[in-house]
């Protein structure tokens, strides 16, 4: 696994995002990492990520973590594609163009949570990654996303 996180990469204008935006203070700060050909991310969720039911986490921090986590994923993978590795340029900021969540078990509050993600397709500006998501070693959330590159025209 390499040390430098995706999050890390972007420009500071792409980093105010509430889930992985690095300069957001009251954000998730979620850190992405290479794993081979898999991105992995750990995050342990707060008192206050409760959800409905006592205990275990609020869907929409399931949703949250799966999209930013995939989007810097797609991002990394775009870098890779094109030759580069992490620091060489500020990634590229893609944006979701669709997300499927599949919730199959409770998630338990109080323990980190294992994220991972694959690249199932790169296609121009179009990125399609699986993500999962476990606790206590299960896994407890599955997520298909579609994301698309931003053109550089957007970047300003």
Not at 15 to 36: F, M, P, T, V
Not at 64 to 82: E, F, G, K, P, Y
């Amino acid at each position: 696994m390499t040390d430098k996180a995706f999050q890390d990469c972007y420009p500071d204008e792409f980093a105010h995002c509430y889930g992985c935006g690095r300069l957001n203070e009251e954000g998730l700060q979620i850190k992405s990492y290479w794993d081979g050909e898999e991105s992995v991310c750990h995050y342990t969720p707060r008192p206050f990520h409760t959800g409905g039911f006592p205990g275990y986490c609020y869907g929409g921090l399931i949703c949250s973590l799966i999209d930013c986590h995939s989007a810097a994923t797609a991002a990394a993978a775009r870098l890779r594609a094109d030759g580069f590795s992490l620091g060489e340029k500020p990634l590229s900021r893609f944006v979701s163009a669709s997300l499927k969540v599949d919730f199959l078990k409770p998630t338990p509050m109080g323990t980190p949570l294992e994220l991972r993600s694959k690249i199932l397709e790169i296609k121009d500006r179009k990125i399609i990654v699986s993500t999962t998501l476990a606790a206590d070693g299960e896994l407890r959330a599955r997520g298909e996303e579609i994301l698309v590159q931003l053109p550089e025209s957007n970047r300003s």
